[in-house]
């Protein structure tokens, strides 16, 4: 089957790809009449799905689990070093969190930066 909106073929026959071609055709970028992704917790939604799955929700009742884990990857192989590079990507991701989050308190965010 291929999206009317794009061209884009997908092999129907399995019901994996069955599902994800209709998921694309509701999200399809040529699609006029395209569904927003939406957050499953808040009424955040966007176009980009990317943008959705770079949203970390503070109603995810797996938000802290989430948001250490992203910590560590970020600190990763080398390890929880304090070093300046490490210290100005944890200011980026702080920034990045209070440029999409500007109403929001990011007390939590402290709770992980403390010591800085
Ligand atoms: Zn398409
Ligand atoms: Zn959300």
Redesign the pocket.
Known sequence: MK?E????GYNCNQKRELERFNS??QH????PNRIKYKCKYCDYENLDDRKISAHLCELNPNYEKILKLRIANLNGKSGWKHSEKTKSKISKIRIDYLLKNPDKVPYRIEKYFSGF
Do not use: T
């Open positions: 999206c909106f794009c061209g884009k694309h055709v399809c970028k040529s699609n």
